[in-house]
């Protein structure tokens, strides 16, 4: 419990060298703040006290419920609340964790000794913790703490969380005082009288929203039941409204992870079929391009026939001559068929000569004489027939090359 402050508040030149003063610093002592968001807090903070000078900056160490200690900033003092035609002031403290202003801060309703939390409440928790749907809907960079103090006041002016506790007077009667009993009984589940949170808060500077001046009657005031049935409806209603739109922002949260799930399939699935696409047109391609290769050779072998065609019908069904049925068309034809025959003459006597070594019929001496020879002769022979065919291949490209338009079209 924070005792209540004795000096006055510091002017604003004060709380901005004591603002610029601990945000600047480095080093183990320096605050937890990332330095992307220490301006904002420091703007934050100066507007704050700004628009309520009760409040004021301050450091100090808070405790996690897992049991770790950080030095945070604070805005501790009172905020105003109306009630009934009266403005009050109620104690809180508000904490800016680690993660502020991407994250709300944490709001204590601070009670004095002579103050109780009103028990139930829908917005303080028994240990002061409040929780508001400005909290819950905390949006950054739009949220700020001067909204933040603007919405605990109109909510604790609809519900106010605490009234002040009875103290019984020092008296020789010992029957009970029906104003102690009351409050204690309001405390317990029943209305409480109105609440006496604000009356000079047990030592707060006086309110600098107006006079706060207490009714001195000991008994306590009802309400009228209209005006608290009311209350209540819109309470509720606004309950009502705040759990819609959390369970539709929940739905729409989960509606867009699946959208964004559904579109990562669907890029997978394009790249997939761009890239089946890509390869179809490539075989096209390939395809296209072999089917220009059959039809050149289909003209190159129709021409063949048709020009040999004449001769296997003057042929008839005599005899032919091995010699005579082949006739060289030009000069590179005629050596190519004289080196590969040389050839495999060559390779025929090569062979005999292998048949009669072995059987003993040739020295072996004359064996290897005749076959370095031939083989020699071989060699000749498969050179030239090499650059013939090569001189061949360029021909048969070149005429290609000529005949391609034809098979373009």
Not at 242 to 251: F, L, P, V, W, Y
Not at 352 to 380: I, T
């Amino acid at each position: 419990m924070v005792p209540p402050p004795s000096t006055p508040p510091p002017n604003p030149q004060q709380i901005q060298q004591f603002l610029s003063s601990v945000l600047s610093q480095r080093g183990p002592s320096s605050l937890p703040y990332t330095e992307d968001t220490k301006w904002l807090i420091r703007q934050h903070l100066l507007s704050v006290t700004s628009h309520y000078p009760s409040l004021e900056p301050k450091t100090a160490t808070f405790t996690h419920n897992d049991g770790r200690s950080v030095n945070l900033l604070q805005a501790d003092g009172t905020i105003p609340m109306p009630f009934q035609g009266i403005t009050y002031n109620i104690p809180i403290i508000i904490w800016l964790m680690e993660s502020y202003p991407r994250h709300p801060p944490v709001v204590y309703v601070n009670p004095t000794r002579d103050m109780i939390i009103k028990r139930p409440h829908p917005h303080v928790t028994p240990s002061g913790l409040v929780s508001i749907p400005y909290l819950q809907n905390w949006i950054y960079p739009s949220s700020n703490l001067v909204d933040l103090v603007l919405n605990l006041s109109s909510a604790f002016a609809r519900d106010p969380p605490l009234y002040s506790q009875r103290r019984p007077n020092p008296s020789p009667d010992p029957s009970p005082n029906p104003s102690i009993n009351s409050s204690m009984t309001s405390s317990y589940g029943q209305h409480p009288p109105p609440p006496r949170v604000a009356a000079a808060a047990a030592g707060y500077p006086p309110s600098p929203y107006g006079r706060v001046q207490l009714p001195q009657s000991p008994a306590p005031q009802t309400e009228d039941a209209s005006e608290v049935y009311k209350r209540n409806a819109v309470n509720k209603l606004v309950e009502m409204v705040h759990g819609d739109i959390i369970g539709m922002r929940k739905a729409r949260e989960v509606e867009v992870e699946g959208l964004f799930s559904a579109q990562a399939v669907l890029r997978r699935r394009e790249e997939e079929i761009n890239k089946g696409l890509k390869e179809m047109q490539d075989e096209k391609e390939g395809l296209e391009q072999q089917l220009q290769v059959v039809l050149m050779n289909t003209d190159v072998l129709d021409s063949w026939v048709r020009d040999n065609e004449g001769k296997r019908k003057n042929l008839g069904m005599t005899n032919v001559n091995v010699d005579e049925a082949f006739h060289c068309a030009d000069v590179l034809s005629k050596q190519m068929l004289d080196c590969t025959s040389a050839d495999l003459a060559i390779e025929d006597v090569v062979y005999s000569l292998d048949k009669a070594v072995q059987d003993g019929a040739v020295p072996f001496d004359q064996y290897l004489r005749n076959v370095r020879l031939l083989s020699r002769e071989q060699f000749f022979h498969r050179a030239t027939a090499a650059k013939v065919r090569a001189v061949q291949m360029q021909a048969q490209v070149a005429s290609m090359a000529a005949r391609a338009p034809h098979y373009a079209t």
